[in-house]
């Protein structure tokens, strides 16, 4: 803002031509004050703004100079004329850039400004930057941006200088190993170190970046044809000396796989080592080491003065899918003898000794002797072999007292089972997960690759066994309701060799078309099953090794062995739930030769027999006594009431009339 107007005695300036420049008012204030004797008013004035100096720069780097003018008449375009005044040169101006006359400048920078190493970067219509792209010793001084008028009147300032100081370059960088090129396994540990140190009299800071150009074609980011055209930083150690991870390798290190220290090194310089614990296929690329020296200018603002780069070399990473293979034996198919032990080996190929995996080992099984075919049915764990040797079973849990599943070689593994069962039969598979270069990774981390080997199909020589099964109800009085429920399983096992059955008691509902039997009959035998099906209710099971085992809560249930072919089923004090139609289901159990027992899969289902439970003699009596004592009661009540009410009338009759 200005005041218009002169005091009293002072000549008013005439206006100069537009465009004009006069040296005398380069270095007028923000604000022009003219006085009058009775009118006061601010008007707006030019204004040219620099940074705060001195700036130091680099030798051999850029110089970026920001120039703005606002408050200010005329297009919204100004031009802008750079001048230097050398620190040797006695106070005299030499012409540097403009941006409205190719001639302005002199002769020092004549050429320069020809091949673009000096140049005018406009930001906007008010706003320029001057750029030195190679700073020389000799640009050391002090830079004046000075805007030709287009105002009406000369008011403010028209232009600003700022004073650059050009430091020489000591800013060095180096690197211990270059990468060749050579297929690194993936998985691998890739160790990288750059070295960079300055050694400045200013005080500036050194910041460390390593990142990557390129990638392969599996890469992220990757382009067709597997190119990419950026530039990836992979992890820093800013001016601050903070670490700072890439955007695209930051989960990376919060999982501790990628890190950055630095180390003392030798003639002043920071030794700077990037680890990567197991490197992946998109990590193909050419890799690189950038050093960058900062300085903090006057405004409190970081600003970059040098930087160098170096190229460390070109890594190319082999994927694991393109060499690993799971192999298991024998091969085809193998048949065992029933009790006789089941011995499968795995064995992982392809693996790169020098790199130091974690190795996850399954063995799947699909189908037995239950399916319809080998290869049906679903695929369920046998055992595995965790990262960190710990074994486990699938569902069948007693295999754990039955088995084994260890290493016995480098990336070899076998499976034993010690007494082959029938069920143990179908299609096995060895299916091994790598964890590449993670020897105990973290659960929440996704195997590097997985892969099956072909299936191993098991057959077993099992005995001829046969199974038979008849219930029945031994005849006796009529079953009530508080009575006990006998019921008797004839089971008969033939084969070589020992053998047990194991005998389930199973119970329906009575399906309504059967209806209940005649008076006079407690019990009736039907051989065909049930007209409604319905899911059955265990009653009771009584082990092959003798284990009973109730299922129902609401009846007191026994179950025992009354000859090796004879299994009772007893319900106590029987209630009306206890009704329906029972049956006996065996099973057969055979022994192997290192006395184990297995269940061999053959049963039989007995014929069904009906239970239906009488009422007591004191339950029939109860509702005619109910009915005798509650009559006796009404007709008691109805000859009291009857004498009372004659009594009564008599009584009156005879009282004398007054």
Not at 596 to 610: D, I, L, P
Request: glycine residues 10%.
């Amino acid at each position: 803002m200005a005041f218009e107007g002169a005091p009293p005695g002072h000549p008013h300036p005439l206006p100069a031509p537009k465009g004009s420049r006069l040296p005398d008012q380069r270095h007028r204030g923000a604000a022009h004050a003219e006085f009058r004797p009775s009118l006061l008013r601010y008007v707006v004035c030019r204004d040219v703004t620099l940074p705060t100096g001195p700036l130091y720069r680099v030798a051999g780097f850029q110089l970026s100079l920001p120039c703005s003018v606002h408050g200010y008449e005329g297009p919204r375009t100004q031009d802008f004329e750079w001048f230097l005044y050398r620190d040797n040169a006695g106070g005299r101006q030499m012409g540097v850039v403009s941006t409205r006359d190719k001639g302005f400048p002199y002769a020092p920078f004549q050429t320069r400004v020809r091949n673009g190493e000096v140049r005018v970067d406009r930001d906007s219509g008010d706003k320029v930057r001057l750029m030195i792209q190679r700073l020389r010793a000799e640009d050391q001084g002090k830079y004046e941006c000075y805007t030709p008028s287009t105002d009406s009147k000369y008011q403010g300032n028209y232009s600003a200088t700022v004073t650059v100081k050009v430091i020489p370059d000591t800013l060095q960088i180096s690197y211990t190993r270059s990468l060749t090129g050579q297929p690194t396994p993936e998985g691998a540990e890739l160790t990288l170190t750059c070295s960079a140190g300055i050694q400045s009299e200013q005080l500036t800071h050194l910041s460390i970046t390593f990142g990557k150009r390129g990638g392969g074609a599996g890469s992220p980011g990757s382009g067709a044809g597997g190119e990419v055209s950026t530039v990836r930083e992979i992890i820093s150690i800013d001016k601050l000396l903070g670490v700072v991870p890439g955007r695209w390798y930051k989960q990376r290190y919060d999982d501790g796989e990628i890190t950055l220290e630095k180390r003392n090194g030798e003639g002043g310089l920071g030794n700077y080592v990037l680890k990567m614990k197991a490197v992946l296929p998109s990590d193909t690329g050419s890799y690189f080491c950038e050093a960058s020296q900062w300085i903090l200018d006057p405004n409190r603002s970081w600003q970059k003065i040098a930087q160098r780069t170096l190229d460390i070399g070109n890594l190319t990473v082999q994927q694991l899918a393109e060499s690993m293979s799971v192999v298991s034996s024998p091969k085809g198919e193998v048949t065992v003898q029933l009790g006789s032990p089941l011995i499968l080996s795995c064995e992982v190929q392809g693996l790169p000794p020098e790199v130091n995996s974690g190795l996850l080992v399954q063995w799947m099984k699909r189908g037995s002797v239950s399916s319809d075919s080998a290869a049906g049915g679903v695929e369920v764990e046998v055992a595995r072999l965790s990262t960190d040797g710990v074994v486990s079973w699938g569902d069948d849990l007693s295999r754990a007292n039955g088995g084994s599943l260890e290493k016995v070689a480098r990336a070899r593994y076998s499976l034993k089972l010690f007494s082959a069962r029938p069920s143990d039969s179908g299609v096995y598979r060895c299916v091994v997960s790598v964890y590449a270069g993670r020897r105990n990774p973290d659960p929440s981390i996704p195997a590097t690759l997985t892969q099956r080997s072909e299936g191993v199909t098991v057959n077993l020589r099992t005995k001829d066994v046969l199974v038979s099964a008849v219930a029945q109800l031994p005849r006796g009085p009529l079953l009530k309701r508080g009575s006990t429920i006998t019921l008797i399983c004839n089971v008969t096992v033939t084969t070589t060799g020992p053998a047990q059955a194991q005998v389930q008691w199973l119970r329906w509902p009575i399906p309504e078309p059967l209806g209940r039997p005649p008076q006079g009959a407690d019990a009736g035998t039907d051989d065909a099953a049930p007209v409604e099906e319905q899911p059955p209710t265990v009653v009771a099971v009584l082990m092959y090794d003798g284990v009973a085992q109730i299922f129902i809560n609401n009846s007191e249930v026994s179950v025992d062995r009354l000859t090796p072919v004879s299994y009772r089923l007893r319900v106590h004090a029987a209630t009306i739930e206890d009704e329906g139609m029972y049956s006996c289901r065996a099973e057969a159990w055979g022994q192997d030769p290192h006395g184990g027992w297995y269940n061999t899969r053959v049963k039989a289902e007995s014929n069904s027999v009906t239970v239906y439970l009488y009422a007591r003699a004191m339950d029939l009596l109860l509702i005619p006594l109910i009915i005798g004592i509650s009559s006796a009661l009404f007709v008691g009540i109805v000859i009291i009431a009857t004498v009372t009410c004659c009594f009564m009338r008599r009584l009156a009759r005879r009282q004398p009339r007054k």
